[in-house]
T-cell receptor, first 113, second 113 residues
């Protein structure tokens, strides 16, 4: 049972390049989330998907797009990377009810030069 | 708006000593609160959660937290710290029924011999 799997683990981009961060969960969870973690700011929600076929903006959605490809997969896309998007990105999932804990992926360290 | 504040950015504690991490929340009703821990190079792990009922919540790894409505606090405690407790700790509040979470800025705990 892999849980939440994120790829890649590390990535370096040049300003203006695009890329997609992949996330997949094998726990049949309904809700999935993308967070970014920056020093002194904790984790901030970028986008979330409460259920298959739905996506909503979180706290810091600008510069990102997401796709809930199916129940398992929730991808995060940077269309034109900027240095301000240098961060550690975490994908998470949960069954959907409020008393269910979040399961986190191991993170993607992204550097934009 | 719902939010959590962790006043201490960094705490140093001796191994075997007690530890208390502060968390204050802002929320109109009874909040759903969590503490997560992130060990170096690791993902996030749920320590404990509070939804209702007993205000003293027991978690994993010997941690406990006490919900105090009068003080709008949810402080995390451990009676005797182990070197493996060196990590970053996040206080988290649930902000809506879809499972959106608001993370505090985090408290970095350093354990000295």
């Amino acid at each position: 049972n892999a849980g939440v799997t994120q790829t890649p683990k590390f990535q370096v981009l040049k300003t203006g390049q695009s890329m997609t961060l992949q996330c997949a969960q094998d726990m049949n969870h309904n809700s999935m989330y993308w967070y970014r973690q920056d020093p002194g700011m904790g984790l901030r929600l970028i986008y979330y998907s409460a259920s298959e076929g739905t996506t909503d903006k979180g706290e810091v959605p600008n510069g990102y797009n997401v796709s809930r490809l199916n129940k398992r997969e929730f991808s995060l896309r940077l269309e034109s990377a900027a240095p301000s998007q240098t961060s550690v990105y975490f994908c998470a999932s949960r069954q959907g009810s409020t008393n269910e804990k979040l399961f986190f992926g191991s993170g993607t360290q992204l550097s934009v030069l | 708006a719902q939010s959590v504040t962790q006043p201490d950015i960094h705490i140093t504690v001796s191994e075997g000593a007690s530890l208390e991490l502060r968390c204050n929340y802002s929320y109109g009703a009874t909040p759903y609160l969590f503490w997560y821990v992130q060990s170096p190079g690791q993902g996030l792990q749920l320590l404990l959660k509070y939804f209702s009922g007993d205000t003293l919540v027991q978690g994993i790894k010997g941690f406990e937290a006490e919900f105090k409505r009068s003080q709008s606090s949810f402080n995390l405690r451990k009676p005797s710290v182990h070197w493996s407790d060196a990590a970053e700790y996040f206080c988290v509040i649930l902000t809506d029924s879809w499972g959106k979470l608001q993370f505090g800025a985090g408290t970095q705990v350093v354990v000295t011999p």
